[in-house]
């Protein structure tokens, strides 16, 4: 029988053949002929670190009267853990493309990229999960005309940032409960030692009513409860060793691109 | 379709008029017999392209190309736009079917390369055409199917021919709706192709995955 992964965000580069090409085999050989899974909620993820970022870039160096200039203002405008790869990234793409002084048309082709990128996305990623913690926004995808291109996306953008403030994750989460999804899972001292058990424990103990600017912070969580026991969680992040053992899940961690490589790549490099 | 601008000879019989030498003088400077230049201003002879440069250099004129797009051979109304567009697509699917003669070279990555190049002119050419925005989103992704080693795949008579059926479709078409960058984006992918190009950027460092 085919086996079947849930690909978590942090593998999604792999996955899509987008890191370096022993890092794409190493993944391959990790989940070899098994089938790929998304969840609605990891694909929120997505869109949120790559799609809307991407999308941002293109606003802003649309107003912008130089590419380079617009590239500067974002490098000081982001944490540099943040933008400063896609800077890189998109920064010598639109050199390459030779659209390095025309802001109307760099924007344009950050936008598409964006636009593409999720395409391909939805591509590699055709089966999801079952939504259990209910994820309104993750299923979202941008309706766009090209005609009026960053018009679109930016009210794309602005639906899918706006929290949900009546969002179903908090009976997912089950703050209120004594035996809630959160409390369980809480109640392994290490996942509570975690970074994100840290961040649950808080929200938990001050019953916080989740939107998606608290969600966003426990993520892996969140990842972690939703993965069903018929698929193994594919992940590079160290924190679900102790989600998925907990949970009594099966997963693999599979190798970063550092350790594969020795160093990060120079396409990776800001 | 007829031009409004003056025709390069009324230019320089205008330049002449303003520059206040006399002809005498003018045709000493650019060697030229004055009675050829009087005639040329009466518009009772044509001067040869030898005379005229000589002439432009005296009066340090040059060949500006007129930002007026009507003018410089671009188009300019929506009409104008998508006909041109048209023509674009027709020729880049010529160009590409064309790619068979040379499928076979080692340096099969330059002859590809003209075809990148007029997809990219197509792009630009098309910036101003705010209904032309799906067309370019077209053109974008057969583009970077050229991209990261993709040319390779033009050596098959497969990959040339759907690519150019795709063109020869937006030759064909009045106006692009949204619809197609969809189906294109398929119709690229079930070739074999990359219409994606640029690869997800990474994390600035790999703790920021490892340590979540």
Aim: charge should be neutral; proline fraction near 4%.
């Amino acid at each position: 029988m085919t086996r079947a992964f849930l690909v978590e965000t942090s593998a999604v580069r792999p996955a899509l053949g987008d890191s370096t090409a022993r890092h794409c085999a190493h993944f391959q050989e990790q989940v070899g002929a098994g089938t790929l899974r998304t969840s609605v909620y990891i694909r929120m993820e997505f869109l949120r670190r790559w799609f809307c970022d991407a999308v941002h870039l293109a606003l802003v160096i649309d107003q912008q009267r130089d590419v380079a200039e617009a590239l500067y203002l974002l490098e000081q405008e982001f944490r540099p853990r943040r933008l400063k790869g896609a800077l890189a990234v998109l920064g010598k793409y639109l050199r390459d493309m030779g659209q390095f002084r025309n802001t109307r048309l760099a924007a344009e082709e950050v936008g598409h990229l964006a636009l593409f990128w999720l395409r391909r996305f939805d591509e590699v990623f055709p089966t999801r999960i079952r939504n259990l913690c209910r994820c309104r926004i993750g299923s979202m995808t941008p309706e766009v005309n090209h005609n009026r291109l960053l018009d679109d996306l930016r009210a794309f953008r602005d639906a899918f940032l706006t929290p949900v403030t009546d969002c179903e994750v908090n009976a997912f989460l089950g703050f209120a409960a004594a035996e809630g999804r959160a409390a369980a899972l809480l109640a392994d001292e290490r996942v509570a030692a975690l970074p994100v058990g840290k961040k649950l424990r808080a929200l938990h103990e001050a019953n916080t009513w989740i939107t998606c600017r608290e969600c966003v912070t426990i993520g892996d969580a969140v990842i972690a409860l939703e993965q069903p026991a018929s698929c193994g969680l594919v992940h590079l992040d160290n924190a679900f060793n102790e989600l998925c053992r907990a949970r009594g899940r099966p997963h693999r961690q599979i190798q970063s691109v550092v350790a594969v490589e020795g160093t990060l790549p120079e396409a990776d490099s800001p | 379709m007829k031009s409004a601008a003056p025709s390069l000879a009324d230019q320089l019989r205008q330049a002449i008029r303003e520059t206040g030498q006399s002809l005498t003088q003018l045709g000493k400077a650019a060697g030229l017999d004055s009675g050829r230049l009087s005639r040329f201003l009466r518009g009772e002879g044509d001067l040869s392209l030898t005379a005229a440069a000589r002439l432009c250099q005296v009066l340090h004129l040059h060949l500006v190309r007129d930002g007026n797009s009507a003018a410089a051979g671009q188009p300019r109304s929506q009409s104008d736009y998508a006909a041109f567009r048209r023509a674009q697509a027709r020729a880049l699917a010529e160009a590409v079917f064309a790619l068979e003669r040379d499928a076979k070279r080692e340096d099969f990555a330059a002859c590809t390369h003209a075809v990148f190049s007029q997809l990219h002119e197509a792009i630009n050419a098309l910036e101003e055409a705010p209904l032309e925005g799906n067309a370019r989103a077209l053109f974008r992704l057969i583009r970077n199917t050229f991209l990261n080693s993709g040319w390779q795949r033009y050596r098959t008579v497969k990959v040339r021919r759907g690519v150019a059926a795709i063109l020869e479709n937006l030759a064909n078409t009045a106006a692009v709706i949204p619809r197609e960058v969809d189906t294109t984006y398929d119709k690229l992918r079930a070739l074999g192709l990359d219409p994606v190009g640029v690869p997800l950027p990474g994390p600035d460092s790999d703790d920021e995955w490892v340590d979540g």
